[in-house]
């Protein structure tokens, strides 16, 4: 800071803000944040600079391009909505070509440990199989030079997402009871809580919880709809599996809270280690993290 308090040169306001002194030349480089110059050329910062500098900060955490910071500041019809609009639509693509390229690595993962084995070294045949029924062989057997060849070329394509695919899948779960359903799998499981609507009478009819990855609605039951609760059935037709980061600390966690675990974690021969749990309903639940090691052969 100069002596008369009001003005930084550019190692003082680096320190002072958090930021690089290379960060600070390439807003000025760029237009974004533009100080005066003393005769000597060297850059000096005064309030309105500061101020200007806070605003850059607060929008770059928000995740908005340089671009849009300088539209931000300097054009009266940028709104703050239709930027971080923006951003979104752009995380989103990012965040489902990410996703293509999870699948095909885990793909590809899989396929390099090829097919079972016995212990004479030979393929092995699963349960129930014929190996002399006369079906065809595969063209490319997985874990055959080829297919694993396939499977790496396959990671390189283009991960763009085409106008008709499909996006994302939301569990749709049913309960008769959506308000306790919500509670725990909100203090029990450690999903985030999403939103609770009621009718006029207050009653639940529609709740949501997430994972890091998405929602999972709750619904009503719904006869119209053929839509009935475990509660109501006595049984479930269908489960859902949540990946966690740390399988043995949320099975402890989950027990902790007073939840009902049907299994113990378990390292299973898919590659991941997994325990089971009840839901609100009674009905199955799953809880796994992915092995850092492969299965055995």
Do not use: N
Request: net charge negative.
């Amino acid at each position: 800071m100069d002596d008369d308090g009001a003005s930084w040169r550019v190692g003082d306001l680096a320190h002072a803000s958090g930021l690089t002194v290379r960060t600070l030349h390439h807003y000025d480089d760029v237009g974004l944040l533009r100080p005066e110059r003393t005769s000597a050329g060297h850059r000096v910062y005064r309030r309105a600079h500061v101020e200007r500098l806070y605003r850059i900060s607060v929008l770059r955490r928000f995740g908005v391009s340089l671009d849009d910071i300088a539209a931000a500041l300097d054009d009266p019809g940028w709104t703050l909505d239709g930027a971080l609009r923006g951003q979104l639509a752009a995380l989103e693509d990012q965040v489902l070509r990410t996703e293509r390229l999870l699948h095909r690595l885990t793909d590809v993962t899989s396929g390099l440990a090829g097919p079972p084995r016995g212990e004479d070294g030979e393929a092995e045949v699963k349960r129930g199989e014929d190996p002399d029924a006369g079906s065809e062989p595969p063209a490319t057997p997985r874990g055959s030079d080829v297919d694993v060849c396939r499977r790496l070329l396959a990671v390189l394509e283009d991960t763009a997402v085409v106008a008709t695919e499909p996006l994302r899948r939301i569990a749709v779960l049913v309960y008769a009871d959506l308000a306790a359903a919500h509670r725990h799998l909100v203090d029990v499981f450690g999903l985030t809580p999403g939103a609770l609507h009621r009718d006029d009478d207050g009653a639940v009819v529609h709740a949501e919880v997430r994972t890091a990855d998405g929602v999972v609605m709750l619904h009503r039951v719904a006869p119209e709809w053929r839509l009935a609760s475990p509660a109501t059935l006595g049984a479930a037709t269908g489960m859902l599996v949540v990946t966690v980061q740390d399988v043995d600390a949320h099975h402890a966690a989950v027990v902790a809270r007073g939840g009902t675990v049907t299994y113990p974690p378990t390292d299973q021969p898919y590659g991941v280690r997994e325990y089971g749990a009840l839901g609100p309903e009674g009905e199955p639940w799953s809880f796994w993290s992915p092995r850092a090691e492969p299965p055995p052969a």
